[in-house]
């Protein structure tokens, strides 16, 4: 299994960014995916999941509205479209699979500063 997550840098406050995950390794369309983002000196916290159909998302309350989850099961790539960003938001963000987020990428950065 390998995920690899790009599409993280530096952003302005109530600017946008979209944050690509590419799957390897396994049946990508066999499983729900997830983003999780983990800020500086924070414990991780869940952000979004679909299902493998994208016929369900579920989003974190903080980012709720400001975010959203897809998914090209054809290119074996998940995606979080982020927008309205705030200093809050500044996080390595990391996508995993499965309900049990079995597996993880390396992450992206994301910096939001002006």
């Known amino acids: 299994v390998q995920l690899v997550e790009s599409g993280g840098g530096l952003v302005q406050p109530g600017g946008s960014l979209r944050l690509s995950c590419a799957a390897s390794?396994?049946?990508?369309?066999?499983?729900?995916m997830n983003w999780v983002r983990q800020a500086p000196g924070k414990g991780l916290e869940w952000v979004a999941t679909?299902?493998?159909?994208?016929?369900?998302?579920v989003y974190a309350e903080s980012m709720k509205g400001r975010i959203t989850i897809s998914r090209d099961n054809a290119k074996s790539t998940l995606y979080l479209q982020m927008d309205s960003l705030q200093s809050d938001d500044t996080a390595v963000y990391y996508c995993?699979?499965?309900?049990?987020?079995?597996?993880w990428g390396q992450g992206t950065q994301v910096t939001v500063s002006s």
């Open positions: 390794g396994f049946t990508f369309d066999d499983f729900i």
């Open positions: 679909i299902t493998w159909d994208s016929g369900t998302t």
């Open positions: 995993a699979k499965d309900y049990q987020l079995s597996n």
